[in-house]
């Protein structure tokens, strides 16, 4: 099948069927039955069988219509691949219509007070009792948990084998009397994300993703998938113009999928609000400050470039150079020297908050947003590790954990609640 | 459909990176480490004979002179892939002051005769030219230049001394910055050339730390000059010589880090420690993946400025030029140092290479203005 018999079936279609009118689970329904929503999925489960560049061009007439698509969030780009690539028929029959719909959404329960960068080394346990898992343990990090309906949840369900080996994966019901969800503030006010606890809440044998035991290879497709939708994410955040109930609906969707997401500009330093604050204060007549600027914006112009480069290298069909693994340890770098230019711009003003601060108190959200950017999604010093084992070629810590049974590997004692 | 083109501005071509890889092998044959240890100890320090294979084998000193003037007329992109090889191995030898600073002297200021009489020769490699800019008061801008030229019926005579001369006293040609009595700052700027042996010339290598690449001191006692294009309007002809200096210089500089790296890393992984490489301590680990990081904003930087310059694109390269010469020499002196640093007491040996390394980045943090300098003039391209 080529580019333009795809684009003139997809078009020829959406003419056909496209109406802003209709509700937007009844237009989504119409999707799920005609496989142009995820045309990348199987042809059995609410796909097309396309490979992903054609994918871009549904994608591309999807946009030139102006008709809405399949949701964003975790769902659609976490939960449901990750369902086709392990899960069993009964599940996708199941699970997978409602996340192309919306009507069911989902949120990820990895994260653990207990284990942040060594993930598999969490402790929320899963035991068997009749045909149903018996979940006690506490979570966090998670975002939408407040109105998911579902949870893909990592527990150890067996504490005898080593801890990669003893850990399932379940697509949880959230709505039971044993899930408590609670906002989880953070240093900078906001509360994006939530902890969950798990007091014998139950989920079937039935729902396990993957076999039991093998859980751990499941995440790993769900964290591929994750990094992959990263740069998707930009994107994905925005609803077709024009008029209509989809439309609109669609357009609540978003909004409630991005409201955690509002200070993430905060914690990548804003970089674009440098020079012109300099001026703004006067503080650019300082040599110092002048310096620590063009430090700064030498520093963010030359991460773009070394992105542009990995992206060229990319298109050209090149084996990935160094400079493809780097983004996330220069961003951090970038946020946190932009914030200290924003101090050194703000002088005392950097002690002052909410309207009494510079910007409406966005420089002190700035200020306090900053310390997310070298943790979140991989700590630098992870990151680290991986670059230099990776790219570098430099051999890994011995480790002293991967070969015990997890019942027998010391446990964490900080940061317990 | 739907397919992307490639940005070749931020790429190497197939051809750009089948002469890297004819320059990296001319150059481990010919400057290997051992070489560059000799050659550093004489006092012209560069082997002849290696010059000339370089000039009439590869043509390379022409590779950025335009066909017209008897050079092989590719861009100062392919410049930048010698320059970077020739970082790699810490080749010794007058190209930077010959091919770099020189030719581009000529080729932004020189009238079509004087290009057509002196590139020829620096083009295939019989020439060996240098540019004298700076003067004992270390600065590279027009503010610095104090040496003056004396007209007389057309005729000018050079006053004055300069220093910090690349490859100065192995120079036949000398391009030389002079201004007119009682001009100040980019007023009254002229470049000259003249014969490095005329009379009322006097040279005198200096003593550096860099020994891989020598410094002269030059006074000029009246020795005459012939003007090099229009009297009194060299200032935009230096400023853009001197950010391609600058931008060929980051290339130099991110080759020499990039064999570091490796170098460090080969070193971690074979030196073993409380039974184990210290490659797999991360407080090792972290330092490599850290001079990793500078590396690649180093390399990215300076293939930008390259392609600026390449381009012909003046105002992108006056913010590029600074750019990629302060980040770069930021970068190749913290990789020198980590470098040391994680060689332990035999990275401070005379034995170990890494210190020839580090004395070439410590010597380019200064040459052509260090990292402050290059700031300022970025803070003033970014209208602070």
């Not at chain 1, 990776?390 to 997890?406: C, E, H, N, S």
């Amino acid at each position: 099948m080529d580019a333009d018999q795809v684009r003139r079936d997809v078009r020829a279609w959406l003419e056909a069927n496209w109406n802003p009118e209709l509700s937007l689970v009844e237009w989504r329904n119409r999707l799920a039955d005609s496989g142009w929503g995820c045309p990348t999925w199987p042809e059995a489960w609410f796909g097309r069988g396309l490979p992903i560049a054609l994918g871009d061009v549904v994608a591309e007439e999807f946009e030139r219509i102006g008709a809405v698509g399949t949701p964003s969030g975790g769902g659609m780009t976490l939960a449901a691949p990750t369902i086709l690539e392990h899960g069993t028929d009964d599940l996708k029959r199941r699970l997978l219509r409602p996340i192309v719909t919306g009507e069911d959404s989902w949120c990820q329960l990895f994260s653990e007070p207990g284990s942040g960068s060594d993930l598999a080394g969490l402790t929320t346990r899963a035991e068997l009792d009749g045909d149903e898992y018996v979940v006690n343990g506490q979570k966090l990090w998670s975002t939408s948990a407040h109105h998911a309906r579902y949870g893909m949840l990592l527990a150890r369900t067996n504490w005898d084998v080593p801890k990669h080996r003893g850990i399932s994966y379940f697509a949880i019901e959230m709505h039971q009397p044993g899930v408590v969800v609670r906002p989880l503030r953070q240093m900078n006010g906001y509360a994006s994300f939530n902890e969950v606890f798990f007091n014998d809440a139950r989920v079937p044998a039935a729902n396990a993703i993957g076999q039991v035991g093998n859980g751990w290879t499941v995440a790993l497709a769900t964290l591929a998938h994750e990094r992959r939708s990263f740069d998707a994410m930009q994107a994905r955040g925005r609803s077709p113009k024009g008029k209509g109930r989809a439309i609109d609906e669609n357009r609540a969707e978003i909004a409630e999928l991005m409201e955690p997401y509002k200070w993430y500009p905060q914690r990548a330093g804003r970089v674009d609000l440098i020079i012109e604050r300099a001026k703004a204060t006067g503080r650019s007549h300082d040599p110092v400050v002048r310096q620590a600027i063009a430090k700064l914006l030498s520093l963010a112009r030359s991460a773009e470039w070394t992105g542009r480069r990995a992206k060229a290298a990319r298109v050209l069909g090149r084996p990935p150079g160094p400079e493809g693994s780097l983004g996330k340890l220069y961003a951090s770098e970038i946020a946190r020297a932009a914030a200290h230019v924003h101090t050194l711009i703000s002088g005392s003003d950097a002690l002052l908050a909410g309207s009494d601060g510079p910007l409406e108190g966005l420089i002190a959200e700035i200020l306090l947003s900053v310390p997310a950017v070298s943790i979140a999604g991989g700590t630098d010093e992870i990151q680290r590790n991986i670059v230099s084992e990776r790219v570098l070629g430099m051999p890994k810590d011995p480790q002293i954990d991967a070969a015990r049974a997890f019942r027998d590997v010391p446990k964490n004692l900080a940061g317990k609640r | 459909m739907g397919r992307e083109a490639p940005d070749m501005r931020f790429s190497f071509s197939e051809e750009q990176e089948e002469l890297r890889r004819v320059v990296r092998r001319f150059l481990e044959e010919t400057s290997p480490i051992g070489e560059t240890r000799r050659l550093m100890e004489t006092v012209e320090g560069y082997e002849p004979a290696v010059w000339k294979q370089l000039s009439q084998e590869l043509a390379l000193p022409g590779v950025q002179i335009p066909e017209a003037y008897g050079g092989q007329g590719f861009g100062f992109v392919e410049l930048g892939v010698v320059l970077e090889e020739m970082g790699r191995a810490l080749y010794c030898g007058p190209y930077f002051a010959s091919v770099v600073l020189a030719a581009n002297a000529i080729l932004n200021a020189g009238d079509e005769a004087q290009k057509q009489a002196l590139l020829p020769g620096i083009a295939s490699g019989e020439t060996l030219a240098a540019f004298a800019l700076a003067e004992p008061n270390g600065r590279w801008e027009a503010d610095g230049v104090a040496l003056e030229a004396h007209e007389s019926g057309g005729a000018f005579t050079l006053h004055g001394e300069k220093s910090f001369v690349v490859d100065g006293c192995n120079a036949d040609l000398l391009v030389v910055v002079a201004r007119a009595p009682g001009s100040r700052g980019t007023d009254g700027l002229s470049f000259f050339s003249l014969r490095a042996n005329a009379n009322g010339v006097t040279r005198r290598p200096l003593a550096v730390i860099d020994p891989t690449r020598k410094l002269a001191s030059i006074r000029f006692g009246g020795a005459r000059a012939e003007l090099l294009g229009v009297a009194g309007g060299a200032a935009p002809a230096l400023a853009k010589t001197l950010d391609q200096a600058a931008a060929a210089l980051a290339s130099e500089m991110a080759g020499s880090a990039q064999r570091l790296l490796e170098m460090t890393v080969d070193y971690a992984k074979a030196r073993v420690q409380f039974g184990r490489p210290i490659a797999s301590f991360q407080a090792i680990k972290h330092k490599c993946a850290d001079m990793l990081l500078a590396l690649e904003l180093a390399r990215s930087s300076a293939y930008y400025a390259a392609e600026a310059a390449g381009e012909g694109d003046f105002d992108e390269l006056a913010m590029a030029a600074p750019l990629a010469k302060a980040q770069g020499s930021d970068a190749f002196l913290a990789i020198a140092a980590e470098a040391i640093q994680i060689h332990g007491g035999l990275g401070f040996t005379w034995e170990q290479d890494v210190h020839l390394y580090f004395k070439r980045a410590k010597a380019s943090e200064v040459f052509l203005g260090d990292p402050a300098f290059h700031r300022e003039r970025l803070a003033r391209v970014w209208g602070l």
